[in-house]
């Protein structure tokens, strides 16, 4: 940690500074340059706030130099985290594929549909049981029998499967039957959801907040790890910008980001990403051109009847034409599908 | 709901749109243009789903029309909400200010804030117990001690409190000793919490999101309202925008925005609006000269000592200054403070 | 400048560092923390680019500690910069009011308008005559017609005028009419155009661009003032951001934080700021309370008729009322109108 | 376009609205809803603007319905645009790389990167000249000597060249030299420089701003097609949001969302769209993946001593292997190098 001084700053500011420093039992080297005094913490600055020296008089700002992330944090621990689901193995060389419908619907619907992006080669079967939606008044999900219809699905086509969980009570329903947990956007930092999920042993899918920053998805990724569970996977799908031609904007520079800066699974989720099925296919293959380990995309065979986010379903025959475009473009770049 | 056909639409594409809103039940009334048809659709479209179309060859978008929130709204519900807390009226000609420390950190630590927001003629104390913190190695909170330290300040100095629930199942815990549930920012959209506080009679003080628009904001407001609970104020705490110079950007347009679209009383928190101490009272003034019906502020005796959000806490020297400021101002707006 | 070496920094890589600081001509002081070293530079580093070391290998980030605008800053220049315009004072204890129809349309349209804000109380009478609009296709202002109205307002009214310059080669034409120019939100960036404008004397208007930070407004007005024009105005005008609601969001955190950062005279746009005349009043007010010198206000008789921004502009008996507010608030706030 | 009438409005109020569409010459059909009444006017709405209808007693909202750009709208032109410098064919078959330094910053330089990038395989030598920097105290480009030595570099290596033009004063010293002309993002609506570079025939190479919507950087390629010249390429180059990591969001989504709605050739900048040079090859990958045109890449042999954006600049041998990756991931997308 790194306190600034004001040009302005007398030596008695500076002395106080100096003292809460050693009070807070850290040693202080200082250098006076042209106008700033620049004084470097020595000792453990984690527990810190910046706050503890910025609303000192004579302070003119303080920065922090340590990421405040460590088990999520690539530098301590430079080997990629490996993810075993089932026959599944996420965060190797094989792009893992994740599909099918934003809502389970019906037992007829989730099978179809199942059944269809087991075909393509999808890897893993999605479906939301439980879903957060702005309006109270829209579909809330099947729930539970969401849950036994995705279970089913499981048997029949022999795919791991990966559903949403909203709530800390909801979690031993939900890991009862799922073998993926997923975090969903709204409640990247809902501290006790990532308490809840961290101290169960499934794996967790951590999608990034509307407006959340790289380093606050790796510090909730922290907290589901701090909590117990280290299998985490962050999950770019598009973040909240002005441009408003699409419902989000896929945050492409993420996807190596958080590779460089974190060694766990990074997946990108182009479905939410665009908002619109017209632009699914090309930002899927942008995402594994950019290095992402795996990809979540929604089908739907008849999208205008989806009871949500039909607009950015893909049809089982587009999804079909998408998977073999990976096939060659993963051979391309030396990976697998 | 208006359906827009695109220039290069076939009759044919045109005919299956106009069976499909036959088949929901609707009517239609075609207008053609130069260049697009455009379709209104008549009947109870607030069930339908936009992508009921969007997604249909031929079409190039869907605008809906009506707002989606209805309890929330000052077009179905012309007359101001007035929210009753003891003896404090919400949403009236005065103005309430909410003041007290971000985190309760000891019983002493809370009872001389409390004393000291009281001297200065403020309405309600605040003060966090459960915490929700970016890092899960940052202070959590006191838990249910910090919420004993609160009901003890309300008996000293006749104040009702607010403090912040995280969890559906802490509402009950919390509501048993809060006046007021403080549904923190991001928990805008923390559906299961939502349903939780409109299931229980305390009102409930809701705050935007970092990214909620403000259409997002009230419609999580009739999450609350739908499962029963009318009581509620909409809070403007800082979007997050590009400008890093500030914490967050206080949106001083959603003061008079709310005010015209609904009917619940809008507060603004000038803290987490601007993360700085130094901004806190013209932004504040600010806030009410938009309009606002009160305010949350922070307030701190020793910042740089303070668990969380030291930088943007006032002393209480200062907050007694701006209270000074503001009853000249509101005296000058025609309210009282 | 702070130079942050990496955790996994070799000897080698910090040697390499410290020798391009001495070849720099600048000195190093060294701090060795837990897990980083810093290095701290002294001397002259605003002529030094961050990027000088942000490459080196080992090298985790570089901190630029001084502010980059000198001339604009008020630590070097602690006194408020006023601003004379004829009989008009900028930047003392009046609020001075700029209002005027967004384009000049006609000489009766002009005319009509300057009596009414004139009688109003504006000071200074604002108006297009070269407009900047995103299509080809829309009205692009009458030119120097424009400009002939306005010195006739001028003239017949007493007021100043102030207008837009958007290019260059038209800066001695405009300067050659107008009493202070205006560089539009679109052009906070036109450096040839801020040098053009700082070799001529009259005041410039600078509108901070619709993702201008305030460092970088800061910079643009630096522009101006290097090239020899020290009468600059600094103006909020509303950023862009996720929410649609209002067509900009006037970032009031922006007013006192300029207030605080530079000597010069910081004015507030409500009209582009709301972009929704509804809102214009309310948010005019918070600029005042939050410490703007000033305004600017877009007035027209007939908004349906306004050849541009119809939507934002008062009618001159809403101005007029919103004037008879702001006599109110500004003696509450011990300023005056 | 639509005008949407409030619910409460009155029979005199939607009367006067009908009133206007006549006296504007348009035809009004009406649809009555449950609350809302819509009307759908037909004929050349396009001079229109909103604000006739949106200001009026009783109208909610205005919507327009056609897109305003229609010489850059692949609806209207569906076939791309092929543009031919030199050699070069931009927006076929062929992906198309643009590089060299950010400066020109000397002859030696200057021709030891073309150098480079020319044995890479690079088709266009980029590199500027003037230089629009935000502070007037940096480095501000070699001016017409750096003009020189680009035409030069062409002579030598038999590339074409593309460099900057920053007032329209400028256009025809920056055309007689360049071979395309660089509107900078900053200067995206710059209308007077768009206005000179649609006069002259050079291809313009056109950066979208930092907040910059797909729909205003087609409206600013329609003022240099509307001026004359038909040779327009659009650049995603990153876009400002609350991301702080890199120093742009490179928004991928742009990159299919242009290619559907113009017929223009569709550029990205890597570069300039991170900010970091370890994650301009992933993003380069990315863009040409999800369908761009081509791409520009800043290389320079000695980041650490670039005049400018030295932090994004790859070294020659990385670009080497860059364009190696490229060769492989063209042939997997049917397309080449």
Redesign the interface.
């Known amino acids: 940690m ?1 306190v ?1 001084m ?3 700053a007398t030596e008695e500011e500076l002395q106080r500074v100096l003292e ?1 420093v050693d009070a807070l039992g850290l040693e202080a ?8 005094t ?1 004084i ?8 810190i ?8 008089p004579g302070v ?1 700002r303080v ?1 922090r ?2 990421e ?1 992330f460590k088990l999520a944090n690539r ?1 301590f621990h430079p080997k990629d985290t490996i993810i075993q689901v089932g026959d599944v193995t996420i965060g190797g060389d094989q792009i893992v594929i994740m599909a099918g419908p934003c809502s389970v619907e019906s037992r007829s619907q989730l099978l179809e549909i199942a059944h269809a992006v087991k075909e393509a080669g999808a890897h893993i079967l999605r479906g939301g049981a439980f879903k ?7 579909f809330q999900g099947l729930g539970e029998e969401g849950l036994k219809y995705l279970a089913e699905a499981r048997e029949i086509y022999g795919m791991p499967i990966i559903t949403e969980v ?5 979690v031993d329903l939900v890991a009862s039957y799922a073998d993926i947990l997923q975090i969903g956007a ?2 990247m ?5 990532l308490q809840a999920v961290g101290k169960q042993d499934k794996p967790v899918f951590l999608k990034r ?3 959340g ?4 998805l790796l ?2 990724a ?2 589901v790890m ?2 117990g569970n280290p299998n985490v996977m962050v999950v770019e799908r598009g ?8 419902r989000n ?9 958080l590779k ?1 800066l974190t060694h766990l699974p990074v997946i990108g989720d182009p479905s939410h ?2 908002g ?4 699914v296919a ?2 899927a ?7 992402a380990d795996g990809l979540m995309i929604e089908v739907h065979p008849r ?9 950015q ?1 893909l049809k089982p025959k587009r999804f079909q034409a998408l998977m073999d475009d990976l096939r ?2 993963t ?3 030396g990976r697998s599908l």
Chains 1, 2, 3, 4 share one sequence.
């Open positions: 790194i600034v004001k040009p302005t809460r080297h200082l250098s006076s340059g042209e106008s700033h620049i470097g913490l020595i000792g453990d600055t984690g527990r706030s910046r706050n503890a020296f910025e609303v000192m003119e920065v130099i340590a405040p530098e957060p939606r702005s309006s109270p008044y829209s909203m709530a800390p009570e909801e709204r409640n930092q809902n501290y006790r959801l907040g509307l407006s920053t790289l380093q606050e510090m909730s922290e907290y701090a909590n973040i909240r910008t002005y441009e408003t031609y699409t904007t896929f945050d492409i520079n993420a996807i190596p980001a460089q990403g665009t619109k099925w017209r632009l090309p930002v293959k942008a995402a594994i051109a950019a290095g999208p205008a009847e989806a009871f949500s986010d039909g607009a379903s060659i473009l051979a391309a770049l």
